[in-house]
């Protein structure tokens, strides 16, 4: 081991290891200490301080691309049609976007138009159908015939699960229809469908009554009832309009331990019958309506009541007559 000579240890100097030329021992003493120095870390003012690895900035989350939906039943839509449902357009098409449709024919658009919650829990969703033609080339007609399906639902751990679907348990009228809901007895709800229909001069309304708690949902009218009727398109000898205003008879279904109260239909109209041509022969001749002899129109007022039972599985007439004339 060297020692270290006093000139060295006491003095700076302006070198930085401390040496001074021409001295062999103070020679020896300076590579000894500028090895220590390019070994030992620390002992270099020079020495770079240690580069800290660069932390990447966590990556933006990317926005996810939402589809805004005004419909309020979105959720249960796209619980049963999946991809088929277009949130944008608040609306399902059979078979999806793409559907491969025959030769004329038009893809059926699906909507949800009304839900209910059901006394066990379960959601009641109304969907309609209608023929979806390009726009500007819509035609009246366009939803007969297009179906009308319930579908029951149930939400569980934030997500809608389909329960039972029931199809095609009626069919839109030509001049559309109308669906809403009512209390077929103490704490059953129940579906309500109008359908209604013009053409060739008439014009017509049938209504049916369906259970959505039912295993099988069926029109419990067994055939639609006519509440609205008219020909007033195509009044000549017959001429005819009356029309029913329909209501359920709270409680009456329990006074007879029926499942369902009774149905009552509060008939208002009117039915003119012109009289016939009795002249024969040349047609020359002037006519009693020519004449002024023709006997006067025959009117009869529709006016009635008519009440429906519940019994053997549907609705039956118990009580008065639906005097509107059907077609």
Not at 97 to 121: C, F, I, K, W, Y
Not at 155 to 174: C, L, M, T
Not at 266 to 284: C, F, Y
Not at 308 to 324: D, I, K, P, R, V
């Amino acid at each position: 081991m060297y020692k270290l000579l006093p000139a060295v240890v006491g003095k700076r100097s302006s070198r930085r290891t401390g040496c001074r030329k021409g001295k062999a021992r103070t020679v020896l003493y300076c590579v000894l200490l500028a090895l220590a120095a390019t070994t030992l870390p620390g002992c270099s003012r020079d020495d770079a301080p240690p580069r800290v690895a660069a932390v990447p900035k966590p990556a933006q989350p990317q926005a996810v691309a939402a589809v805004a939906s005004n419909d309020p039943h979105a959720a249960l839509m796209r619980a049963i049609f999946g991809d088929d449902y277009l949130p944008a357009e608040g609306h399902a098409i059979e078979g999806g976007p793409v559907a491969n449709v025959q030769d004329g024919e038009l893809p059926l658009v699906l909507t949800a138009t009304t839900s209910m919650l059901l006394p066990s829990g379960e959601t009641a969703l109304v969907v309609e159908g209608s023929f979806q033609r390009p726009a500007g080339d819509e035609l009246l007609g366009d939803v007969e015939g297009a179906p009308i399906h319930l579908y029951l639902l149930r939400q569980q751990d934030g997500a809608w699960h389909v329960v039972r679907k029931h199809e095609n348990i009626a069919e839109k009228g030509r001049h559309g229809t109308d669906v809403r809901w009512l209390a077929l007895g103490p704490g059953k709800p129940g579906l309500a469908v109008e359908t209604h229909w013009l053409g060739q001069g008439y014009q017509g309304t049938w209504l049916a009554l369906y259970d959505p708690a039912s295993d099988k949902v069926e029109n419990l009218l067994g055939d639609s009832l006519m509440t609205m009727s008219n020909n007033e398109g195509v009044c000549e000898a017959e001429c005819w309009s009356g029309e029913a205003k329909w209501r359920m008879d709270t409680g009456s279904g329990a006074s007879r331990n029926a499942p369902y109260d009774d149905l009552v239909l509060d008939i208002t109209g009117e039915e003119t019958l012109q009289p016939a041509n009795d002249v024969e022969g040349d047609s020359d001749e002037a006519s009693p309506a020519q004449t002024g002899t023709a006997a006067p129109a025959r009117k009869r007022s529709l006016a009635s009541t008519a009440r429906y039972a519940f019994s053997g599985g549907s609705y039956q007439l118990q009580e008065g007559a639906n005097t509107l004339p059907s077609f």
